[in-house]
């Protein structure tokens, strides 16, 4: 069965700093995996996505992650932390024929100045 | 592109009625949407997918009986509570997956409404 695991429910960092949000994936086929973020009572946005094509993905607000085959993981990255970037973050991977998403429980990331 | 919205944003309703949300898809059609439930602090849970013109398939330990789905047409679904109790209450999220061809939309992904809050008291 195909699963997400997020490393650390929360995460904190000061601005400037880099930011690391850990996911690790399992899957028996080729994954499509997703970085969602969401801030308080608002739905979800789309960070970035990974479609089994270039291995290192760029998205929005200054963020990438690396999908690395041989460690199962898709780790969403972002140099210079910014006091906006605080925020509840998801990875998800695709299953089925209907897309569905399965989501990691999220890492909440408080940035301080 | 690509906007889905949520209504109502926010509900209060009382225990035993029941309540109904939409989830329309302003500028795309979307043959297909899903509804998510998110407790505080918690992640989202697939509750439904719901498939235009066709029975909604529900996640295992869902009640259909009680989460009734409704995909009448391309950009609307309708998620209704019905009987609510204070257990209930959360955080429900609709996505909308995009049909095939339309222009610069990929029908891989899923587009997520705003939410909507309900308390059941």
């Known amino acids: 069965a195909q699963s997400v695991t997020q490393l650390g429910s929360h995460v904190s960092v000061s601005e400037g700093a880099l930011v690391l949000l850990r996911c690790n994936y399992s899957s028996s086929v080729p994954p499509y995996l997703f970085w969602y973020v969401q801030y308080p009572n608002q739905g979800l946005q789309l960070l970035l996505k990974y479609t089994s094509a270039a291995t290192l993905v760029k998205g929005i607000n200054g963020f990438e992650a690396e999908f690395k085959k041989s460690e199962t993981s898709f780790h969403l990255t972002k140099p210079s932390a910014h006091m906006s970037d605080a925020a509840e973050y998801f990875c998800a991977v695709r299953i089925g024929g209907y897309n569905k998403l399965i989501f990691g429980a999220g890492t909440r990331l408080a940035v301080h100045p | 592109g690509a906007v889905v919205s949520q209504h109502p944003s926010w509900v209060i309703c009382k225990s035993g009625t029941s309540v109904k949300i939409e989830c329309r898809s302003l500028d795309f059609q979307a043959t297909t949407m899903f509804w998510y439930r998110q407790f505080p602090k918690q992640s989202l849970m697939l509750m439904a997918t719901?498939?235009?013109?066709?029975?909604?398939?529900?996640e295992q330990g869902v009640e259909k009986d009680k989460f009734l789905i409704n995909h009448a047409s391309l950009t609307l679904s309708t998620l209704t509570v019905t009987s609510a109790h204070p257990e209930d209450s959360s955080f429900y999220i609709c996505?909308?997956?995009?049909?095939?061809?339309?222009?610069?939309?990929?029908?891989?992904?899923?587009?997520f409404g705003p939410g909507t809050r309900l308390t059941v008291t």
């Open positions: 996505s909308a997956r995009p049909s095939p061809g339309q222009d610069f939309l990929s029908s891989y992904e899923q587009y």
């Open positions: 719901s498939n235009e013109g066709s029975k909604a398939t529900y």
